[in-house]
């Protein structure tokens, strides 16, 4: 008998992987970096159907996800550079390390933003390794109304 291995959470995180089986790609395009395209989300996982969107407006508390995220990037970036070129009062590194955090921030906001969805959506949406066994009923889809899905 052999056992599949399940993928981590941390890895399905990172890659933005569903939640439910940690295999389905949340987003339709895998670069973030199409920005046009970055935040398109499939609407059900392509592999077991879990929905993305939970209820209407879901997605609002990912702001302070990607909030917190852009803190620990800060924060990584300052130990960074305090580590390897240090600060001083007697010249401008201070100023050049908030020049180069925020090209670091305006670089990695799109994949912090996808990251954000993916994290917020792991709050609620547990790993089932028996995945294929539960199907997703219709009473799961009852938070959403379509008729609403545009207001926001």
């Known amino acids: 008998m052999s056992q599949q291995k399940s993928p981590g959470y941390l890895w399905s995180v990172l890659t ?3 939640p439910r089986c940690r295999q389905g790609d949340m987003f339709k395009e895998k670069n973030p970096y199409k920005l046009k395209t970055c935040m398109k989300m499939n609407s059900l996982c392509p592999v077991c159907k879990q929905p993305t969107e939970i209820e209407v407006g879901f997605y609002y508390g990912t702001g302070y996800v990607s909030y917190a995220l852009a803190l620990m990037v800060c924060g990584i970036s300052f130990a960074a550079w305090w580590l390897l070129i240090g600060f001083s009062l007697d010249d401008s590194r201070f ?7 925020a090209v670091l921030l305006a670089a990695m906001q799109p994949y912090l933003m996808r990251l954000s969805r993916s994290m917020w959506l792991s709050f609620f949406v547990r790993y089932d390794p028996f995945w294929k066994d539960h199907a997703i009923d219709d009473k799961h889809m009852d938070r959403i109304v379509p008729e609403q899905m545009g207001n926001w």
Do not use: R
């Open 16 to 18: 933005c992987k569903c």
């Open 95 to 101: 100023f050049w390390w908030l020049g180069f955090n």
